[in-house]
């Protein structure tokens, strides 16, 4: 059984950091693709930004400049560096990543997310 477990979310004030991580763990044979998602009361879930297991990365431009998504691919971890937050932010971060448990099979993953709060 694969799973996400993600850790880091809390209550900070606006300008301040926040750094959330994500684990993946169980049976598979490699971690592709992760990314950080969010999803604010009523507004759909939207990416933040990704990052590939060549270390490409992609961000929302809501948050360039600001977020810095890493990976560590021996521990199988990603890492979202939030710094001068905005109490728009204010969401659960939700990590996912594209899993290979077998050669020819590959299938997206979600964690349980996490809160990040911003207070003004």
């Known amino acids: 059984q694969v799973q996400l477990v993600e850790s880091g979310g809390g209550l900070v004030q606006a300008g301040g950091s926040l750094r959330l991580s994500c684990a993946a763990s169980g049976s598979f044979l490699r971690v592709d693709d992760m990314a950080w998602y969010c999803q604010a009361p009523g507004k759909e879930r939207e990416l933040v930004a990704e990052?590939?297991?060549?270390?490409?990365?992609n961000y929302a431009d809501s948050v360039k400049g600001r977020f810095t998504i890493d990976r560590d691919n021996a521990k199988n971890t990603v890492h979202l560096q939030m710094n001068s937050l905005k109490p728009e932010d204010t969401a659960v971060y939700y990590c996912?990543?594209?899993?290979?448990?077998?050669?020819?099979?590959?299938?997206?993953?979600w964690g349980q997310g996490t809160q990040v709060t911003v207070s003004s």
């Open positions: 990052i590939t297991s060549s270390r490409s990365t």
């Open positions: 996912n990543a594209k899993i290979a448990t077998t050669i020819r099979r590959a299938n997206t993953y």
